[in-house]
């Protein structure tokens, strides 16, 4: 049973920069969400997906959108990156009818230079 | 916002001692998680409480739902090395789709 997998799992850009983010959720799982964890600090939340469509956004700007497709499977894009970007970004899946046990991948360490 | 307050935000004990670190939160949870997470790595799922009052264990760890639901406490018994990591807790409150986490305890266990 393939539990959530994130890819690249290391990447650097140059500020300015956009990059992509790929997660496949849990298998049985059809609830995406992104959090954003900095050095030091808990995971913040940035948005979820379910059923193809963003259902609850948390305090990012819009340069941070993302995307779900039909096999469940997510993307989080970030536009024009910041320095600040810089951080580990978790993907977490859940399935709807038990969504309260939430399961999270290794994440993708994105550095900005 | 949420806001959840973890403590303590660091220990160093002996293998072999008991730990105990808690969370409370401002507003009301019907759902605590805790995780583990190891440097580099996404956190691990340890315990997931439901109700208030719930009191869980998986192998050396206990974990309670307070009946507030604005509190819950993680135990860790006999700890031995391997338990050296960032313990997480997180909550979802009503119709939340997202959790709210803690600022993490990180946990040393001295040989």
């Known amino acids: 049973d393939a539990g959530v997998t994130q890819s690249p799992t290391h990447l650097i850009k140059t500020r300015g920069q956009q990059v992509t983010l790929r997660c496949s959720p849990k298998s049985g799982h059809d609830t995406v969400s992104w959090y954003q964890q900095a050095l030091g600090q808990g995971p913040q939340f940035i948005f979820q997906y379910y059923e193809e469509e963003e259902r609850q956004r948390g305090n990012f700007p819009d340069r941070f959108s993302g995307h779900q497709f039909p096999n469940y499977s997510s993307e989080l894009n970030v536009n024009a990156l910041l320095l600040g970007d810089s951080a580990l970004y978790l993907c977490?899946?859940?399935?709807?009818?038990?969504?309260?046990?939430?399961?999270f991948g290794e994440g993708s360490w994105l550095t900005v230079v | 916002g949420q806001q959840l307050n973890q403590s303590p935000q660091s220990m160093f004990i002996q293998e072999g001692e008991d730990v105990s670190m808690n969370c409370t939160s401002s507003?009301?949870?019907?759902?605590w998680l805790w995780y583990k997470q190891d440097p580099g790595e996404g956190p691990v799922l340890l315990i997931a409480l439901y109700k208030a009052g719930e009191l869980t264990s998986n192998g050396r760890l206990t974990a309670q739902f307070g009946i507030t639901r604005k509190d819950s406490f993680l135990n860790i018994s006999a700890s031995i090395p391997s338990d050296v990591g960032i313990y997480f807790c997180a909550g979802r409150s009503g119709s939340a789709r997202q959790l709210t986490f803690g600022s993490g305890t990180q946990l040393t266990v001295l040989p």
């Open positions: 507003s009301i949870f019907n759902t």
């Open positions: 977490a899946s859940s399935f709807q009818g038990q969504g309260n046990t939430i399961y």
